[in-house]
């Protein structure tokens, strides 16, 4: 059964640092770029950062240079290292696929991240 697990989140201050984690079992890690989404209320999911087989990354404007993708094989974990947030950064974090056709895998429960000013 195809799961995904994010956690990490949590309440931090603007100009704080999180890290947070997706655990995905049932899946092939190996074999599937991932990507990290966001939502914010009252937004539609947005797509923030992903990472390739090879480890290649890329991120969304609004991110780059304060988060960092990561993915550990032996642990079928990904990791988003968030720092310099800002209250813009306030959304449900959520892991899945990164395809062309867009995530693949049902969505998990995400982890909520708050940033206060």
């Known amino acids: 059964q195809v799961q995904l697990v994010e956690s990490g989140g949590g309440l931090v201050q603007a100009g704080g640092s999180l890290r947070l984690s997706c655990v995905a079992s049932?899946?092939?890690?190996?074999?599937?770029?991932m990507g990290w989404y966001r939502q914010a209320p009252g937004k539609q999911r947005e797509l923030v950062a992903g990472?390739?087989?090879?480890?290649?990354?890329n991120y969304a404007d609004s991110v780059q240079g304060r988060f960092t993708t990561s993915r550990d094989y032996a642990k079928n974990t990904m990791y988003l290292q968030m720092n310099s947030l800002k209250p813009e950064d306030t959304a449900v974090y959520y892991c899945?696929?990164?395809?062309?056709?867009?995530?693949?895998?049902?969505w998990g429960r995400g982890t909520q991240v708050t940033v206060s000013s």
């Open positions: 899945n696929t990164l395809t062309s056709r867009g995530p693949t895998l049902s």
């Open positions: 049932g899946v092939n890690f190996r074999l599937a770029a």
């Open positions: 990472i390739t087989t090879v480890g290649t990354t």
